[in-house]
């Protein structure tokens, strides 16, 4: 099955892009077989979708963050990654990476990483 | 986006209890409502898909039920690791949105 595991800076400054990589294993992310997301959880609270990309580089993108949110595929290296640009403090949370294969048609999430935790602090 | 609301917000319940908890959508979203358990420090984990399906390897005293914009998810029999934060999802649109959580302790 899929594994998942995010990576990259703990501390970013506020107006500065955050930026966090999952790397997959178990599955090609060539594959075409799934749509790979972020999801985010500030501390002590609930659960946000930031948004998808499949392997053909197509996006969808919360609304609520579309202004500031870039995701990338990179398909030699078996990752996905997340830039969060301008961060304020709001931006502070636990970020997820999460696949939904693309046969999953009622939408939930079987896979994830265990998460990464970004402060934003200067 | 579609809102999804919890509750209650938090319970206390002891071992063997039966426990409830309640999501209602802002619209219509059929069965599209998945709920998943958090325990601290980790991911979430998805119970129920589809409103009523128990996803493989959740024990059966999990159940959900409901459709349209009200759904409750029912712990049949309360053991001691179900207690845990418990969160509800709608996936009939985009984005996919949830609910503020029910933490679920022990009283």
């Known amino acids: 099955q899929v594994q998942l595991q995010e990576s990259g800076p703990g501390l970013v400054k506020p107006s500065q892009t955050l930026s966090l990589t999952c790397t997959v294993s178990?599955?090609?992310?060539?594959?075409?077989?799934?749509?790979w997301n972020w999801i985010r959880q500030p501390a002590g609270k609930g659960l946000e979708w930031i948004g998808r990309?499949?392997?053909?580089?197509?996006?969808n993108y919360n609304p609520s963050l579309k202004s500031r949110v870039i995701m990338s595929v990179d398909t030699s290296k078996n990752q996905f990654s997340l830039k969060l640009s301008s961060v304020t403090a709001a931006d502070a949370a636990v970020y997820y990476c999460?696949?939904?294969?693309?046969?999953?048609?009622?939408?939930?999430?079987?896979?994830w990483g265990q998460g990464t935790l970004v402060t934003v602090s200067s | 986006d579609i809102q999804m609301t919890q509750s209650p917000s938090s319970l206390s319940a002891s071992v063997g209890d039966r426990v409830t908890i309640t999501c209602r959508a802002s619209?219509?979203?059929?069965?599209?409502l998945n709920w998943y358990q958090q325990k601290p420090g980790k991911a979430p984990k998805v119970l129920i898909y589809?409103?009523?399906s128990l996803q493989s390897g959740v024990p059966s005293r999990f159940s959900g039920s409901g459709s349209g914009t009200d759904f409750t998810l029912t712990i049949s029999s309360l053991q001691p690791e179900d207690f845990a934060t418990y969160y509800c999802?709608?996936?009939?649109?985009?984005?996919?949105?949830f609910g503020q959580g029910t933490k679920v302790e022990i009283k």
């Open positions: 178990g599955d090609s992310i060539s594959s075409g077989s799934y749509y």
């Open positions: 589809a409103a009523s």
């Open positions: 619209q219509s979203i059929s069965s599209y």
């Open positions: 990309i499949y392997t053909s580089g197509s996006t």
């Open positions: 999460a696949s939904l294969h693309t046969s999953n048609w009622d939408g939930y999430f079987p896979h």
């Open positions: 999802q709608q996936s009939y649109s985009i984005p996919p949105t």
